[in-house]
């Protein structure tokens, strides 16, 4: 199988509201983590180390320390057709800023249509985990899948913090539950969890450029994926499956690391990543 068929795009602009002051001066996945690294260091290394080498970054709310750090971290030899191509918003096609996930994605459908990508990995740019990207990628294709949503188990009394996708016995997605009151399906196998969306998504090219396109004459949309551009295409029948990254392994993982993912999306949460490290044997 082919890598060089999966265009890259990393969702950036984030302006990380709950993280003020640390996103005062910064978006989001330019904020300090571990000393010395940026949280969004975390996606653009897990894609690399899989073998992924044309990615995309799409920036816009206070992106100067992002493009800084990019330009001057993540060198890649673009005379061999490797990049880390940083692309700001630029209100090409109606004049907004994004509005929204799905938004920023199809203000920039010429960097798809344009290329013979056959897959569109989107992923966000704002958590702390490793992965083997190239892993969901084969599992995507091997399904002939319309679009893959990786998620990662958690105790089901914990399903109300989070958006809970719920599956069949063969894993394809049967209903999605944004931070749910009531007890959602557990996963397969297993009664005391659930499947919490991790926000990274795989799609078909062409199907990914079909629902852009519909979701953008759609006025009563919010332009996003997980509350617009999923929800359609799950009561439309689509092909979508979801991606048990509990199940992930990389090179050297020890089994301390399996399914470690974390949200810094609050500053206690983001203080007690850091503080992870710190243990006597860091899960990360």
Known sequence: MSIDNALVMILAGGEGKRLYPLTRDRAK?????????????????????????RLKI?????????????????PLSPIINQYVDLVPAQMRIDGNWYRGTADAVYQNIHHITDEEFKNVCVFGGDHIYKMD??????????????LTISA??????????????EVDDNWRLTGFIEKPKTKPRSIPGD?????????????????????????????????????????????????VYVY????????GMEESERGYWRDVGTIDAYWQANMD?????PEL
């Open 152 to 165: 990662i188990p958690i105790p089901i009394e914990q399903a109300g913090e989070y958006g809970i996708m």
């Open 191 to 239: 009664d005391t969890k659930c499947l919490a969306s991790m926000g990274n998504y795989i799609f078909k090219k062409e199907k990914l450029v079909n629902e852009l396109m519909q979701d953008a004459e759609n006025p009563d949309s919010n332009h996003d994926f997980g509350k617009n551009v999923i929800p359609k295409m799950l009561a439309q029948g689509d092909k």
């Open 244 to 251: 048990d990254f509990a199940q992930n392994e990389f090179k």
């Open 58 to 74: 799409l920036t816009q709310y206070k992106s100067d320390s992002l493009n800084k750090h990019i330009a001057r971290s993540w």
């Open 133 to 146: 990207v190239y892993s969901m990628l084969k599992y995507h294709k091997n399904l002939d899948a319309d």
């Open 277 to 281: 490290l710190l243990d006597y044997d």
């Open 29 to 53: 996945p330019a904020v300090p983590f571990g000393g010395r690294y940026r949280i969004i260091d975390f996606v653009i290394n897990n894609f690399i180390n899989s073998g992924f080498y």
